[in-house]
């Protein structure tokens, strides 16, 4: 049963309680401790409230100078530290949900249980290069995955270092040599060539309608947030005589977030501009995609998800983009995943010698160099774009 306290006036944060042996004082203050949250000092058994009161100066005078903090940050473990990051993190939109996953992900495959529970200010260079070394040689990773996993390590020290939560971050700058080489991103013509031929002979128009604007370089979770108003402009080229139709990424859906988020970053904001088959698949897409509802029984809305599946009438889950390209590629012989058109999107376009800030806003890259992103896209350079990258794809 809890021993029942009560307030002393005119002394704030001490309190009295009574024992079988007599009264006795105790002290109880609130305070925000090294991690920037609330916590509580209490300490009891005084016999007078002198003393009690006398262990609360001291206290509050370690607090105003510093050594319960400094105290306080030597117990605070790795772990401790980034749940407390990615929590931050997450509620001020730093991270995107997907990013929060990767990166909870990663650390709690690499980091949770091999540093995890130390000290974040005794974890060693020494140390971290020979878990580092280790993973190199188990010969399981890529370069680009092991410089990932110390770029998670790497944030966390560095934001533990402004925060005073230690005094330097030891570990920057660590040495990864080796790692196994990526798997290849180039894609011939005639390899890309076979696989769209294919892909319009085995999957019906919508499907292929899909496969076909994934041509356009877009990520698939943009794919997956097209909108069958809000994503599209249908205008007349008078100067050119012909249709197009600007398609605006605005939304992405993704597997945490399958009802539809914001996008990765802001230079992914952007509208893109194409004529021709692209044009004319879209608007079939989009009478199709209200056909399924109307089938279904669902109320049509005037703006809803372009990509739904015909036997449910409710989005494709964002997985099936890489269901629909792998039977494809299983009857073509040419593996393709969704990302590979992008990397074939930006190869051709550089090929092509097309201006670099127009592609850079078409891709929805943030930069080419620092300067390069406080420009934005035009109709005239995503055309530009278009016409210079269309014969390829």
């Keep these: 049963m809890a021993i029942k306290r009560y307030a002393m006036k005119k002394h704030p944060n001490i309190y009295w309680y009574e024992t079988k042996r007599g009264k006795r004082y105790s002290v109880r203050k609130q305070y925000r401790n090294a991690m920037g949250k609330d916590d509580w000092y209490s300490t009891s058994g005084f016999l007078n409230w ?3 009161e006398q262990d609360l100066r001291k206290f509050e005078t370690r607090l105003f ?16 530290y980034f749940d407390q990051m990615a929590e931050r993190k997450i509620r001020m939109g730093v991270w ?15 980091f949770r249980k091999s540093f995890g529970s130390q000290k974040i200010q005794k974890i060693t260079r020494p140390q971290y290069q020979h878990f580092i070394d280790e993973l190199v040689l188990s010969g399981s990773y890529t370069k680009s995955t092991l410089h990932r996993v110390d770029s998670l390590m790497q944030q966390t020290m560095n934001d533990a270092e402004i925060n005073d939560v230690i005094t330097k971050n030891k570990l920057r700058h660590i040495v990864i040599t080796g790692g196994k080489p990526a798997k290849s991103q180039d894609l011939t013509k005639s390899d890309f060539d076979l696989f769209m ?10 499907e292929y309608a899909f496969i076909k604007l994934m041509t356009l370089g877009q990520r698939r979770g943009e794919m997956m947030g097209l909108r069958t108003k809000s994503s599209f402009t249908f205008q007349r ?4 005589k012909k249709d197009i139709c600007g398609i605006k990424f605005y939304v992405a859906r993704t597997a945490n977030e399958p009802t539809g988020t914001g996008l990765k970053t802001e230079s992914s904001y ?9 044009v004319d698949l879209i608007k079939y897409a989009i009478l199709y995609s209200n056909r399924i509802l109307e089938d279904h029984n669902i109320e049509t809305p005037e703006d809803h998800f372009l990509w739904l599946n015909p036997k449910t009438g409710k989005p494709y889950h964002v997985q099936y983009t890489n269901t629909m390209m792998r039977r494809v590629s299983q009857k073509s012989g040419i593996t393709i995943h969704p990302h590979l058109l992008r990397h074939y999107f930006a190869t051709k376009a550089r090929t092509e010698k097309l201006p670099e800030t127009d592609v850079m806003h078409w891709l929805g890259h943030a930069s080419i160099t620092m ?7 035009t109709p005239e350079g995503a055309m530009g774009v278009f016409k210079g990258i269309s014969k390829d794809i």
Excluded at 197 to 206: G, V
Excluded at 237 to 240: C, G
């Design 96 to 110: 995107k949900n997907s990013t929060a996953s990767t990166n909870k992900t990663y650390y709690n495959t690499h």
């Design 197 to 206: 031929k294919t892909a319009k002979e085995q999957l019906n128009k919508y």
């Design 371 to 377: 300067t390069d992103s406080y420009t934005r896209e």
């Design 65 to 80: 100078d510093g050594s319960i903090a400094t105290a306080e940050r030597k117990q605070i473990s790795l772990n401790n």
């Design 50 to 52: 002198q003393d009690a």
């Design 270 to 278: 952007r509208t893109i501009w194409v004529a021709g088959e692209y």
């Design 237 to 240: 080229d008078e100067v050119n």
